[in-house]
């Protein structure tokens, strides 16, 4: 493996570790179990695995952004997580921190790539 695809697979993980929980939260307006969230953040794009997510889930739960609810009429018992009051309110605020560091980002690498501060090329 080139120096340069192991610099970027690191950083790609670190880039991933920090869109996760957005990742989550956007998924959760919705009742879900964990199985099925990873699944559905797969799908997406956004891969996470049971052992990462799980534990962002309990995290979180526990700062009050989530809540669960157990369902036990399948053969397996199921744990639902959705976002709380708090945690529909924590990511709006947290979805709008998100397109600003977009803007930001995306402004500032297209002057680096020639545009204009005006944001004309």
Known sequence: MSEAKEHLDKLTQELRRGTITIGVLSQLSKPQYGYSLVTKLNEEGIHVEPGTLYPLLRRLEKQGLLESTW?????????YY?????GAEVFELLWKEWQKMVDSLNHLIDLDKGGDKNGDD
């Open 71 to 79: 369902d036990t009429n399948e053969a397996r018992p199921r744990k």
């Open 82 to 86: 959705m976002l709380s009051k708090m």
